[in-house]
């Protein structure tokens, strides 16, 4: 047997060690699944805060005279009406409109952007990226410089205000600021886009003040409730919020139109990678589709179980994700299923073992929060 392939740490590591984090191993990364428990940290998110170490993220660089074009060639989203200082949702394709990633795109200035990444697919996207550079761009991995904390809940604002003169309120969803200043730490930059379903901020520093920036949000939020949080909590708040996650809602084995994830696919734009295959398909129609389930009887949907029509004959897809809701007390999943299943109320079967529960197909997403 070979050795295991060292896992990777954040610079926030000894933080978890102190807090008695239960870690686990996610995208190559050594990562904490709780710190007081999941259900304790999910309710606090949508209560009150809390704060994630999201440092295990990929950021790539790409800038020069040519970056705007080159980035809208290589991604789905039309990258041209991205504004400085705005983000914007955007996804990877090969040729055959397989998904390589997805991640947000943060225009820093003309001609220079950031792509924050999933942790287990930078080196994927990295080199992918510089197998199609042309022109003058240059692309740098630049995430081991980079820590983020992801501060989410309804107090979020009141919290990180404390710590900075910045007026938050101006930066609007999807919309981020640069050079601010947080509790003495300079050049932090602080976006409000969000994977809880929650408002919130994504604060971005250098990794060797990401430490610093963690003990004093905790410190300023200690009074409204707010918590450390890990992993678990994480998927439970984006799962209830209708999000996707890579490697379960998408996968280079489907496309953006199949994941429901439309809105991101610019087929009026003159070309990008995997552009040909997505137009024929949406011409065509798509043939299945991610869908919302919610368990009408006893069981918890888990990931990779089959989906069969009413007559448990007939195997129509699986599920991709499945928890029990916290927010919402009920037993909930996502599931690629053939097309003719997918209209909401339909009834289906989700087969546990060596049992099936029942199941209708409910619309996404399962939780909105009120403005």
């Known amino acids: 047997m070979g050795a295991q392939p060292q896992l990777k740490r954040t610079p926030l590591f000894a933080k978890y060690q102190e807090l008695g984090a239960k870690l686990t191993e996610f995208g190559g990364w050594e990562m904490p699944v709780q710190f007081s428990g999941i259900i304790e940290e999910h309710e606090a998110v949508r209560n009150k805060a809390g704060l994630f170490d999201v440092s ?10 040519d970056a705007e074009g080159f980035l809208n060639e290589l991604v789905t989203n039309d990258v041209t009406k991205c504004q400085v200082n705005q983000c914007q949702y955007a996804l990877m394709c090969k040729p055959d409109g397989g998904i390589i990633d997805d991640f947000l795109i943060y225009k820093l200035a003309e001609n220079k952007y950031l792509l924050v990444v999933n942790a287990a697919n930078t080196e994927k996207d990295y080199e992918w990226i510089k197998q199609h550079e042309k022109g003058d761009v240059t692309v740098k991995n630049i995430s081991t410089g980079v820590g983020q904390l992801a501060l989410q809940g309804p107090k979020a604002q009141a919290i990180l205000q404390k710590l900075t003169s910045t007026d938050l309120s101006k930066i609007r969803f999807y919309r981020f600021q640069q050079g601010v200043e947080v509790a003495g730490i300079p050049d932090v930059l602080i976006s409000r886009t969000g994977y809880t379903g929650e408002d919130g901020f994504e604060l971005y520093v250098k990794a060797e003040h990401v430490e610093d920036l963690w003990d004093k949000l905790l410190e300023a939020g200690q009074e409204d409730g707010l918590l450390p949080c890990g992993l678990g909590a994480r998927d439970t708040l984006r799962f209830e919020a209708g999000l996707a996650l890579y490697g379960q809602e998408l996968s280079e084995d489907w496309t953006p139109l199949e994941a429901g994830l439309g809105f991101a696919v610019k087929l009026d734009k ?31 949907p888990r990931t990779g179980y089959k989906v069969f029509a009413q007559d448990e004959e007939k195997e129509i897809g699986h599920i991709t994700s499945g928890t029990h809701a916290p927010t919402l007390k009920k037993a909930l999943g996502f599931a690629l299923l053939d097309i003719a299943y997918t209209k909401p109320e339909t009834p289906v079967k989700i087969q546990i073992r060596k049992r099936f529960i029942d199941a209708v197909v409910v619309k996404k997403p399962f939780y909105k929060r009120e403005k």
């Open 56 to 65: 295990h993220m990929g950021e790539i660089l790409i800038e020069g005279q």
């Open 270 to 300: 003159d070309s990008f990678i995997g552009k040909e295959a997505l137009r024929k398909q949406k011409e065509e129609g798509i043939q299945r589709k991610i869908v919302g389930l919610e368990v009408t009887g006893r069981g918890i």
